[in-house]
């Protein structure tokens, strides 16, 4: 039971993690200059974005935590899933994927959209130079999702997928 | 060269390729030993 709610967990917190992943990339940066033409840059720089950010990086965490205690007590084994060994391998690399993703989250597109924000100190330059380094580190986990999903749906044969690994 | 991040349509070719590449990957190398 305890590995039902844990991956029905894992699923939830993934949703709202890549959902607003989408809709950063797919929405916000796309309508972010028409915004900032408008005069409306502050709605969404003050109040949409921390708080997006606040719940895509916690969805982050939860997601990864979630993933990992699955693949510990599900009879995969972590390290099995992260050297990538034998049958383990599909969801390894799903794992790896994941966890690189959830790195950029935290060590690079967090700290940087501090900057953008202004939540911390950051001259204009500065400034620049973390949007540019946020958005492609966005753009990178955008990327990444698509063979990460690839391989978390993949690497099981459940409700009568066929087996392709 | 334009980076194909800088657009969604690249990010999302990109990231398809890259499936198709880990995919063939997995099964002809990771996989062989397991498979046998």
């Known amino acids: 039971m305890e590995l039902i709610i844990d991956r029905w967990l894992h699923v939830l917190a993934g949703i709202t993690w890549i959902g607003l992943l989408y809709y950063f990339n797919f929405v916000q940066a796309v309508a972010m200059p028409k915004i900032k033409a408008d005069g409306n840059a502050a709605a969404v720089t003050k109040h949409i974005a921390p708080l997006a950010l606040r719940w895509f990086r916690f969805a982050a965490l939860v997601t990864w935590l979630t993933g990992a205690y699955y693949l510990e007590r599900s009879g995969i084994g972590l390290v099995n899933a992260f050297l990538l060994k034998g049958t383990a391998a599909p969801i390894g690399l799903g794992a790896w994927l994941g966890t690189i993703m959830f790195l950029n989250v935290w060590g690079i597109i967090w700290p940087n959209q501090k900057k953008v924000l202004g939540l911390v100190e950051a001259t204009d330059e500065q400034k620049a130079k973390a949007g540019r380094l946020a958005f492609l580190a966005s753009r990178t986990n955008t990327m990444l999702s698509i063979p990460m999903l690839f391989f978390m749906i993949t690497s099981t044969s459940a409700h009568g997928l066929p087996k392709i690994f | ?36």
């Open chain 2, 1 to 36: 060269m334009k980076n194909p991040l800088d657009s969604i349509v690249g990010t999302i070719i990109s990231g398809l390729v890259l499936t198709v590449v880990l995919y063939f990957f997995t099964t002809n190398f990771l996989m062989k030993a397991a498979l046998g």
